[in-house]
Every structure is written in structure tokens, then in C-alpha cells.
């Protein structure tokens, strides 16, 4: 008897340790495996583009003189950016806005990027739960810097 009470005890024990391991966090199962963590050392700032609706245009994205890219559609793109200070700027037909972040390392932010009439587009920080959201929804269409 007390074998079994020991087997069943070492049976528990085993199957509560493994439940807690990699992966099976509250924080895991709310965001999921698909995101990578940043590169040491650095910060992972996903810029977003929604569902164009009405407005198709290709939206433009500069870091401080350097382009990044433009997204169209439902698309998102990674940087990987040493821990500064950072001035965007998001670009429309006609105009442009500027946001100025600051990121450390390990961080993770999320930007939304949309057309703004007329002919301008924003640029706008979003939460960690929509920003991932948009970015399992959308396509990548690149990784810069």
C-alpha cells in the first residue's frame, strides 16, 4: 500500500512540474508560441497596416533619413532596433506624421500605421493584444534593420 501511495504521490509530483514548464504559461497560452522574442540586446517594433478599406495606397515608413519600406493591404514588417531614440515617420500621398519612440532591449511594441484624409497617413502606438492580433491576421513583408 504504501508503494502505491508513494507511486501515485512521484506520479503527481511529475505531471504538476511538467505542467508548468515551457510554453504552458498563462502568458503563453493568452499570445501564443508564434511571436519570437527580440534579439539580445535589442527591441522588436512591428509596424502594422490594416485592412486598407477604401484607401489602397501604399503608406510609406522613414526612420530618422533612412527608408523602411511601404506597406499596402493587410501587411507588417519587424525591426530589430538597438535600445535609442527613434523619430518614424509614416508617409501618405500628400503628407506625413511623425511618432518618436524610445525602445530598450527585450522590448516588444506594436505601430499601426493608416491612411489619414486627405492624403496623409498616422502613425499610432496599439497594445500588445491587438498589435499581435493584426500581425497573425496580416502578412510579413519584410524584416529590416
Not at 511529475?14 to 502568458?27: D, I, K, L, Y
Not at 527613434?86 to 500621398?93: H, S
Not at 491576421?137 to 524584416?143: E, M, Y
Request: proline share 6%; with cysteine; glycine share 12%.
Amino acid at each position: 500500500m504504501k508503494k502505491l501511495l508513494l507511486a501515485v504521490a512521484l506520479a503527481l509530483s511529475v505531471t504538476a512540474c511538467a505542467s508548468g514548464q515551457g510554453g504552458n504559461t498563462e502568458w503563453m497560452r493568452s499570445y501564443g508560441k508564434t511571436f519570437y522574442e527580440p534579439n539580445d540586446g535589442m527591441a522588436a517594433v512591428y509596424i502594422i497596416r490594416d485592412d486598407p478599406g477604401q484607401d489602397p495606397a501604399p503608406l510609406r515608413l522613414v526612420m530618422g533619413q533612412e527608408s523602411v519600406g511601404s506597406l499596402s493591404g493587410l501587411t507588417w514588417t519587424r525591426l530589430d532596433l538597438k535600445p535609442s531614440l527613434y523619430d518614424l515617420r509614416a508617409y501618405g500621398d500628400q503628407g506625413s506624421t511623425e511618432l518618436v519612440i524610445t525602445v530598450t532591449a527585450g522590448q516588444s511594441r506594436f505601430l499601426l500605421i493608416q491612411p489619414k484624409p486627405p492624403g496623409n497617413a498616422d502613425l499610432q502606438e496599439i497594445s500588445q493584444a491587438e498589435g499581435r492580433r493584426l500581425v497573425r491576421k496580416g502578412q510579413a513583408v519584410g524584416n529590416s534593420l
